[in-house]
């Protein structure tokens, strides 16, 4: 297996099916959301020029993206490939990732426009050790996070503002590389308007 792309519009559950595959395939998730969270967290030139496209809603430029990329997969521990989670987003991006690694599996998660607005809206994560909740369709168990110490983290571009533009960012920019990732083979699609656990279940058969 080659490294994996988690594919979907915002909100579609790819950090949450992320979270659940990777024990399965041993890869290391790769997200560009949370890479550019945290340079806009710790104010690096990169997080300084990403910040007010994520604030409005829009892709930053696939110049940052792709150099932010680059570095990551020299890790050591993405020698044997990753899970990229919301990259790429745009035809230049997988046009520069197939010139960097082998993609084996294009994972899209399909869920219908009307289904992220309450579903982001309603988003919240644990600080502490990053487990993806949901107010209503994946609450906090009543015993705590298991990881013992939950610190509520709600995101700044969690609003139906900012949903609206990320929406239309994905449609006009980031669903043309479903065509793309279809001509090469890779490309496979799961119906995400379900319970948690039957998309797992159909990303790992697609998988296994
Ligand atoms: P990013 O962080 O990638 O956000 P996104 O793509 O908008 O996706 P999300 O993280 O919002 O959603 P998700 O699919 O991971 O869903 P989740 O599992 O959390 O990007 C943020 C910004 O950074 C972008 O707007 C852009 O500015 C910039 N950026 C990032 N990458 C970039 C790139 N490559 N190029 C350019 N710019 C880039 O689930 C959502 C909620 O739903 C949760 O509460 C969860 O509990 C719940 N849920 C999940 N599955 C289900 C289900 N089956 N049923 C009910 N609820 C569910």
């Known amino acids: 297996m080659g490294s994996i792309v988690l594919f979907g519009p915002p909100g579609a559950g790819k950090g949450t099916q992320a979270q659940r595959i990777m024990d399965q395939t041993g890869l290391p998730q790769v997200s560009t959301g949370d890479m550019l969270r945290a ?29 932010l990329i680059r570095d990551r997969i020299q890790e050591p521990d993405a020698a044997n490939g990753v899970m990229f ?50 107010d209503t369709f994946n609450p906090v168990p ?7 110490d939950y ?3 709600r995101r700044a571009d969690d609003n139906e503002g900012t949903v609206l533009n990320r929406l239309e960012a994905y449609h006009q920019q980031t669903s043309p590389l479903a065509a793309w990732y279809d001509e090469r083979g890779v490309f496979h ?8 656990d039957e998309i797992t279940t159909d990303l790992l058969a697609v998988l296994n």
């Open 142 to 148: 009543a015993s705590g996070c298991p990881c013992g």
């Open 151 to 153: 610190q509520e983290k």
């Open 85 to 134: 989670d919301g990259f790429p987003r745009t035809v230049p991006q997988a046009v520069a990732l197939s010139e960097m690694t082998d993609i084996s599996h294009v994972l899209a998660i399909d869920v219908p426009d009307g289904r992220i607005v309450e579903r982001i809206c309603g988003r919240a994560t644990c600080g502490n050790c990053g487990t993806v909740y949901h």
């Open 189 to 196: 699609r799961v119906d995400g308007d379900r319970a948690i």
């Open 39 to 67: 340079a806009v967290k710790s104010g690096t030139p990169v997080g300084k020029e990403a910040k007010g496209y994520m604030e409005r809603g829009e892709l930053v430029p696939d110049q940052v993206i792709l150099a």
